[in-house]
């Protein structure tokens, strides 16, 4: 039984270069969230998957952050010309299709991102 | 909309003392309210979660939580802290119609003495 894995687990980037991030959800769940983790914050939402359709994005996510989830798989979080703002924890969690409760959000280990 | 705010960035407790973590949580609709906790290095793990019914929510590791609408709090408690309760926990809210984002306070971090 695994969980959300994300790949890769580091990366530092110096200013101005791009990055991806993937995630892989548990398999089975359809729905896919992607957070952004700062320090000393909490997690704040950045964009939502059902399937492969993107329903939800977070004003956080702003023209440069760019989210995939081809054929309802995995996803893939681009930025492009990262700022040292842009460094943070980011967090993929995944959930299972409704069944009429509440479901929970799994996360994975998220990927540690640190813009020079 | 919604928001959380947990009191308290850091907690020190000692080893077999009470835990009790605090949060205030905002929300124009009737809410849905979670506790996560987070290890160095890894994702958030669920630790309970409060829908509707019975207000005192048990949860994983010994923890619990009691939904307290007139007060808007959902503190979380344990009897006696473990060394492995020291972590990072998050207290979280959500609305509870359709698609509504988690929303996390800003932590509290658990330190265990022996």
């Known amino acids: 039984d695994t969980g959300v894995s994300q790949d890769p687990r580091h990366k530092i980037t110096k200013r101005g270069q791009n990055v991806t991030f993937r995630c892989d959800p548990i398999?089975?769940?359809?729905?896919l969230y992607w957070y952004r983790q700062t320090l000393g914050q909490g997690p704040e939402f950045l964009t939502y998957?059902?399937?492969?359709?993107?329903?939800?994005k977070s004003r956080l996510l702003s023209d440069r952050f760019s989210a995939e989830r081809p054929k309802g798989s995995f996803s893939t979080l681009e930025i492009q010309r990262t700022e040292q703002g842009d460094s943070a924890m980011y967090l993929c969690?995944?959930?299972?299709?409704?069944?009429?409760?509440?479901?929970?959000?799994?996360f994975g280990p998220g990927t540690r991102l640190t813009v020079l | 909309a919604q928001s959380v705010t947990q009191l308290g960035s850091h907690v020190s407790v000692s080893e077999g003392a009470l835990v009790l973590l605090r949060c205030n949580y905002s929300?124009?609709?009737?809410?849905?309210l979670f506790w996560y906790v987070q290890y160095p290095n890894q994702g958030l793990q669920l630790l309970l979660k409060y829908t509707t019914g019975a207000t005192l929510v048990k949860g994983i590791n010994g923890f619990e939580a009691e939904f307290k609408k007139s007060e808007t709090s959902f503190h979380l408690t344990k009897p006696s802290a473990h060394m492995s309760d020291a972590a990072e926990y998050f207290c979280a809210v959500r609305g509870n119609t359709g698609f509504q984002k988690l929303v996390f306070g800003t932590g509290t971090r658990l330190l265990v003495s022996p």
């Open positions: 998957f059902q399937n492969e359709a993107q329903l939800e």
């Open positions: 929300s124009s609709v009737p809410p849905y």
């Open positions: 969690a995944s959930s299972p299709p409704r069944t009429g409760g509440i479901n929970e959000q799994f």
């Open positions: 398999s089975e769940h359809n729905r």
